[in-house]
């Protein structure tokens, strides 16, 4: 069997007796990082005959044959460095290879730091989008996809990128926003922070540090939509404001991504 534990992100008293008992009982235990592995099972004061395999965004796939193989016939636990393996973590390969061979597979939930962000940051919670680790490159155009998104967005964020990627993401969505910044959850220094990506841009725009959840409210719902934006663009390039400004101006105002509503407002200039 190939079981998927989570592990916990901070706090050791989430360790439930379920994963406990699966990482005392298990013949392998993969890891992201094993010395993270071993570490987290000595302060958990555990013992463990498992053998140690390591499972990284760089040696999942090349590994996953014999780790499969294995769990044919015994106990396989797969864990992250913390948190849910796979969600932003690896794993995928190993359990989609693992379903493909009809293996059993099980779960053993546990601590989510993007969950457990979203639980408090105090926006709408029926609806999200766990967009993940946000990337170093095209970032303006990455956030300029998601700026018309109603959902509720999730993101991970390294703690020296943050106040930057705050500072885009009130250029593109709007600074008025709401947004909530919970950094090292369930920790010592435990930070939960809200107010709109403006407030939040200035008060992250110093030296961060720690584990860092970003959570951003949808795209505010708006009766005209695209065709209301495009004319609020239009009343603004009569008044002489230039395309591109009536563009930015209007896309905050109405959640939507300035690209697509300059896109849309040059393609339907006769003129």
Known sequence: MLIVAATPI???GDASPRLTEALTTADVIVAEDT???KSLIRALDLTTHARFISANEHSESAGVEDIVTQAIASSVVLISDAGMPLVSDPGYVLVSTARARNIPITVIPGPSAGLSALAVSGLPTDRFVHEGFIP????????ESLGSEPRTLIFFESP???GQSLLDMADVFGADRPACVAREITKMFEEIAWGTLGELAERFSGNVKGEVVLVVGGAP???GDL???LQAVQVLMDEGVKRSEACAS???EWGIAKGELYRASVGGDKD
């Open 10 to 12: 901070g706090n050791l």
């Open 35 to 37: 010395r993270v592995a």
């Open 136 to 143: 170093k490159k095209g970032r303006t155009g990455y956030f």
């Open 160 to 162: 020296h990128r943050i």
């Open 221 to 223: 719902s708006r009766s």
């Open 227 to 229: 065709t209301g934006a």
């Open 250 to 252: 209007v896309a905050k």
